[in-house]
Structures are given as structure tokens and as C-alpha cells.
């Protein structure tokens, strides 16, 4: 792996930090912690699309701008860092696009592929459900074919951005009778489909950024169905390592490290200034070795795809590390600040407005979203180190 930049990528993460000190100056957004989960901007997008950073792997031929991956993670890595409204088109872009050039056909790649690169449509991701979240082979919503459709009934849960797509990205079961890993297929439906409800779930911390999505006799086209039916499963194995490893599963509340950096070298407690608490320096210099730990292993993830491999057990050892520091991160802020750090945004008493209280009340979420810590942990033993399968 090579840790150095070339001259290119060097301009290429100048421009987007350029671009992006111009969005910030001209008020089009707001630098915070989780800013870019919760922020949904179809013209912000559509400004990145017409810079060529969205579809940026992906082949030419599809639209894409054929760039490397460790160019992906550049663009990645300053819009984290300022909170960028990438919701619009953030997930159709890591994880979408590149299922449907694996596994769609010509028709899906044309129809689907340049919306998503010229940021048209948003798509969200429909997998977890009441009782499948970890264990997604244990699904039951069901796709049932009916002559030029399949209808689909049941629920999905915890589904980012449902309320505001224009399509979601449907893991089913189709087969009632095959073994479980053997009868589940992936669909992308128009979520303006009748039979459709979204239910919006409130986090802890009073967002609306998940939802529950119910089914109810909804006809999709069988041009819909993804891949081969039945072999859902397997293609989902290909596409979950894009949503482990990228720098969102690091940079998620970036903003509250540099601001809680910058408050304890201005602040004073009993006289004596805060940078000068063993304490405190202690933390922080314990949470700058880790965040520079996760960045490397972020581009090592990159920096693997750009070789053309899967990094499976990387994927799931990056996300592993990364969501700890986060919450590591969120957990030192609350104990520097004290009784202050537990102020929400709004009151005129908390500090850097209440973006600790507000981090931390997110930060429970980021070890079990996209793969708890358990799962990663195991994935890591096995297919890292090459330890047998534990019994239950």
C-alpha cells in the first residue's frame, strides 16, 4: 500500500475543499456532527454530479468517470469533514450503483445508472426488518410471482431516508420452501408504487432520519428482480463490504473532535486552562491516534478495491474499529465538558451547541448499523484469522 498522494490527488482534494469553504461561506449548509446522514440535497448533489464525483469508479461506459478508489475517498473524506449534504444521492452512489453494474442487466444499467450519476433519483436501502437485522437471510417479506409481476408484502425497518426517495433497494424472499441462504432475491421498486406506507421512526436524538417501510400487495414489474432469482444472498455477500469501510463509518461525528480540540485550548476551569489537564490531554491524544489508525485503515480498504479484491474481513475490520472511535469520541466529549456536555443544540448554555449531547445520543447506533460489532468481531476471527465457526 501506498501512503503518499500524487500531485493530481492532491489538487483533486484542494478543489473539494475549495468548493465546499464556498458552500459553507454562502450558507448552504451548516458544519455539524451527522449533518450529512440527516441533510437530503438534490441540488447539492446535482453541483458534486456536475464536478464528476458521484458514479466515480464506475466504468465509462455506464457514465461513470472510471477514477480510483483511494480519488473516491479523497472527495469522501472532505465532505465528512465538513458534514456535506451528500444524502440525496450517497447511497445509491457507495452502494447501489455498483450492485446493479455486477449484477444488473443492460437494460437496469442503462435506465438506472446515469439518473443515479446525474443525481435524479434518490434510492434507499431496504434490508433489516423486525426480526431480521443481523441475520438477514432470516427476511419475510415475500415476493410471489403473478404473471408479469411479483407481489410483495411485508415490513422493513430502519430504513435511512425512506420518507424522502424515489426508490428502495428490496431484499425479499421468493422462494418459500428452498433453504434460507437459497431463496432470497433483490428487487429496486419505484416507492410510488401503490401499496406502499412509511412510518417515520424518531431517534433519541429527535431526528427523522430512519423509517419503517410496510408492503401490502405491491405489483413490481419482473424486470425489477436484480440478478438471478434466489440468488440474492450471495449478491448481498458482494455489496455489504461497500457499506462497511467507507470514511463515513469514521468521520460520522467529525466536527465535534476538531471543535472539542479547539474548546479545551480556549476554555479555563478553576483558573487553569483545559489544555493543560493531563486528563483531558490524555483523551485527546488517545482519540487522534485512533482516528489516524481508522483513516489508514479506510484507504486500505480503498486502496484494496483499487486492486481490483474484495476486502471482506478488512471491510468488516475497519467498520469494527472505526464505529468504536466514534463512540469513544462522543463519550470523551460528554466527560470533558462535564454536566455542560449533556446541554442539547439550543441552549444558550451548552457548548459548541450542544454537539456533544447531540453525538452521543447518535453515537449508540453506529456499532449496529450496517453490521453490529458482534457480527464484525466474528467475520474478522473467521475469514481474518482463519478461526473455526463458533458453535451456539
Given at each position: ?274 489544555s493543560k489537564d493531563p486528563f483531558i490531554r490524555n483523551k485527546l491524544a488517545e482519540l487522534e491516534v485512533e482516528y489516524q489508525v481508522g483513516r489508514l485503515f479506510c484507504y ?67 456499532t449496529i448499523q450496517g453490521g453490529t460489532l458482534e457480527v464484525l468481531k466474528n467475520i474478522v476471527a473467521t475469514r481474518g484469522l482463519g478461526l473455526p465457526v463458533a458453535k451456539?
Amino acid at each position: 500500500m501506498d501512503f503518499s498522494f500524487t500531485k493530481e490527488q492532491e489538487r483533486l482534494r484542494q478543489e473539494v475543499r475549495d468548493f465546499l469553504e464556498t458552500k459553507v461561506r454562502d450558507g448552504e449548509f451548516q458544519v455539524k456532527s451527522n449533518g450529512w446522514v440527516e441533510s437530503h440535497s438534490q441540488k447539492f448533489s446535482k453541483d458534486m454530479s456536475r464536478r464528476g464525483w458521484i458514479g466515480m469508479t464506475w466504468p465509462k461506459e455506464y457514465g461513470g468517470h472510471d477514477r480510483s478508489y483511494i480519488d473516491r475517498a479523497i472527495v469522501m473524506e472532505e465532505m465528512l469533514t465538513y458534514q456535506a449534504p451528500i444524502g440525496f444521492h450517497f447511497l445509491a452512489d457507495r452502494q447501489v450503483g455498483p450492485a446493479i453494474i455486477h449484477f444488473g442487466n443492460d437494460e437496469q444499467k442503462k435506465t438506472y445508472l446515469p439518473k443515479i450519476i446525474n443525481a435524479d433519483i434518490s434510492i434507499a436501502i431496504g434490508l433489516s426488518e423486525p426480526n431480521a437485522g443481523s441475520d438477514l437471510v432470516s427476511v419475510k417479506t415475500t415476493a410471489v410471482e403473478q404473471g408479469d409481476f411479483y407481489v410483495i408484502n411485508g415490513q422493513k425497518v430502519w430504513t435511512t431516508g425512506g420518507h424522502r426517495v424515489d426508490y428502495i433497494w428490496l431484499l425479499v424472499r421468493t422462494d418459500l420452501n428452498a433453504p434460507k441462504h437459497k431463496a432470497l432475491s433483490e428487487f429496486i421498486v419505484d416507492m410510488k408504487t401503490p401499496g406502499i406506507t412509511v412510518r417515520p421512526i424518531i431517534n433519541m436524538a429527535g431526528v427523522h432520519s430512519f423509517n419503517e417501510i410496510f408492503f401490502e400487495d405491491v405489483k413490481v414489474p419482473k424486470e425489477n428482480l436484480v440478478g438471478p432469482k434466489n440468488r440474492g444472498f450471495y449478491q448481498l455477500m458482494a455489496q455489504v463490504d461497500y457499506e462497511r469501510a467507507g470514511l463515513e463509518r469514521l468521520m460520522q461525528n467529525y466536527p465535534l473532535f476538531k471543535n472539542l480540540v479547539e474548546y479545551v485550548k480556549k476554555e479555563k476551569r478553576n483558573g487553569n486552562p483545559l489544555s493543560k489537564d493531563p486528563f483531558i490531554r490524555n483523551k485527546l491524544a488517545e482519540l487522534e491516534v485512533e482516528y489516524q489508525v481508522g483513516r489508514l485503515f479506510c484507504y486500505q480498504v480503498a486502496w484494496t478495491l483499487s486492486q481490483g479484491r474484495i476486502p471482506n474481513y478488512e471491510a468488516a475490520l475497519c467498520k469494527a474499529f472505526c464505529t468504536q472511535f466514534e463512540q469513544r469520541l462522543s463519550d470523551a466529549a460528554t466527560s470533558v465538558l462535564g454536566l455542560y456536555g449533556q446541554l442539547m443544540p439550543g441552549s444558550k448554555y451548552a457548548p459548541m451547541d450542544g454537539d456533544a449531547a447531540d453525538s452521543y445520543l447518535w453515537s449508540v447506533s453506529y456499532t449496529i448499523q450496517g453490521g453490529t460489532l458482534e457480527v464484525l468481531k466474528n467475520i474478522v476471527a473467521t475469514r481474518g484469522l482463519g478461526l473455526p465457526v463458533a458453535k451456539s
